[in-house]
């Protein structure tokens, strides 16, 4: 597996969920944000993408099972206190893992020195969220909660090591900053992670394989649509 494959799956993914927010975010403002970290996400994902072949071929001719991207990124938005749990969780991987891949030697030194800082805003963005979210009324307190107890199961995956990123990416340490940074923010934001924290590696999911979840054929089918229907077409 090609680890520009894999991120670049991860942003293009996440990009196309993200982009499911646009015209029915709570507030206008909002709207605007997650469309913005949403192209934040595509620009990444094309560079990846650019690195494994011809981008648009990647993106909209590959079969389900050809994706290598984490189940995390490919589940439904829900509410928005549940797209707000996704965001953390892969936010805050991400940061910390760019910001890895950002002071090493590699072929993705360049994209993510300039990807870290893109990164960092989606993290603050989806912290103050969590904060505001947890710690507002009871409705959005329960509704984050269930967010992240919901999501939580998917986490594990994003600490699986990928080939040609572990020269650079000490994973276990990966794993023990994210969690010590989500730990921070859940807290204070008055919600818990779920109990039974696994220990010793456990993980789930095999997005990484190829093996998806049921909402994701749906949604590579509708990102794919128009490019089959029309192939060949240009504006």
Do not use: C
């Not at 981008?55 to 928005?80: C, H, K, S, W």
């Not at 054929?217 to 128009?226: D, K, S, V």
């Amino acid at each position: 597996m090609s680890a520009a494959l894999a991120l670049g799956d991860d942003a293009l993914v996440l990009s196309h969920r993200l982009g499911e927010w646009a015209g029915h975010a709570p507030v206008l403002e909002e709207d605007v944000a997650l469309a913005n970290i949403a192209l934040d996400l595509l620009g990444q994902a094309r560079v990846l993408l650019s690195l494994v072949g011809d981008e648009d071929e990647l993106a909209y001719l590959r079969e389900e099972r050809a994706f290598r991207n984490l189940q995390l990124v490919e589940q439904p938005n829900g509410d928005f206190a549940h797209t707000i749990a996704r965001q953390l969780y892969f936010s805050v991987y991400q940061h910390l893992l760019y910001e890895r891949l950002a002071a090493g030697e590699s072929e993705f030194t360049g994209l993510a020195a300039k990807a870290v800082k893109e990164v960092a805003y989606h993290r603050d963005h989806a912290e103050q969220w969590a904060l505001r979210l947890g710690d507002g009324t009871e409705e959005s307190h329960t509704r984050m909660q269930s967010g992240l107890d919901a999501l939580w199961r998917f986490t594990g995956e994003m600490f699986q090591p990928v080939e040609g990123l572990d020269s650079t990416v000490d994973w276990q340490a990966l794993e023990s900053g994210w969690l010590a940074a989500v730990t921070d923010v859940v807290e204070r934001a008055g919600l818990t992670l779920p109990a039974g924290r696994r220990t010793g590696g456990w993980a789930a999911g095999a997005g990484r394989q190829g093996l998806h979840t049921e909402p994701f054929g749906r949604m590579i089918a509708e990102m794919q649509h128009l490019h089959r229907s029309h192939p060949g077409a240009s504006w």
